[in-house]
């Protein structure tokens, strides 16, 4: 082959690899995702908020949240643990779900007496159970307290630019003068989704995030 020929061939697999390897590069490079910190928080179901707010009760709208359809609503419950100690004010996300748990921080489970598991949203079978008080009834649910796993949400289109899939582990870090890396952070994808990490109380605060802050996948 001809030193000509071969630089055009060498040339051409530099610019193919180039390509491959660029959009991931850019992607994993910039911090562009939002960080979201998630108090501890209950979903119910119909039956649920029927005995805690009485029949055919409805949510009342407080604010939107950043994930389209879900809003933290003007109604709280109190929380019981094994150890019979209370967390008083816990907000309700609607809309209704099918299950109803309890999302709390690892410290919430210490003050409570639980062992919490960290979940996705939704996996209760097996987790501790939990008491709920409203202003209409009493709630005792055996199994359905949790600790969120830490996760991003995004579109499958998000999923594409980050080459990412939905139920992937990855690290992501955080931004920021005290930022932190966080491992087995869940892929969610959903066509519904916004892009956002979202963190509890007690993770946020290991990286110093006050209100809000950005993260990339690494």
Do not use: C, W
């Not at 020929?5 to 690899?17: A, G, Q, W």
């Not at 690892?106 to 008080?133: A, E, Q, V």
């Amino acid at each position: 082959m001809e030193e000509q020929d071969y630089k055009k061939l060498v040339d051409m697999i530099t610019e193919t690899i180039y390509k491959e390897i660029k959009p991931k590069e850019e992607s994993f490079n910039l911090f562009s995702i939002p960080v979201e910190i998630s108090n501890h928080h209950v979903h119910l179901t119909r039956d649920s908020l029927d005995i805690l707010y009485g029949k055919d009760y409805e949510l009342t709208k407080l604010r939107d949240l950043s994930q389209p359809g879900e809003f933290a609503s003007n109604e709280r419950v109190s929380i019981v643990g094994t150890n019979m100690k209370v967390i008083k004010k816990v907000r309700i996300l609607g809309p209704l779900r099918e299950y109803t748990q309890a999302e709390l921080s690892i410290t919430d489970g210490y003050f409570l007496g639980l062992n919490l598991p960290t979940r996705i949203s939704g996996n209760i079978k097996g987790s501790p159970p939990i008491i709920f008080i409203g202003p209409k009834g009493v709630l005792s649910l055996s199994e359905g307290a949790i600790r969120a796993a830490r996760h991003v949400h995004m579109t499958p289109k998000d999923a594409e630019y980050y080459q990412v899939k939905n139920g992937d582990r990855v690290k992501v870090e955080v931004s920021g003068e005290h930022g932190v890396i966080y491992k087995d952070v869940v892929i969610r994808v959903s066509e519904k989704s916004k892009l956002a990490f979202h963190l509890d109380t007690d993770e946020a605060n290991a990286g110093n995030i006050k209100g809000t802050g950005s993260a990339r996948i690494l």
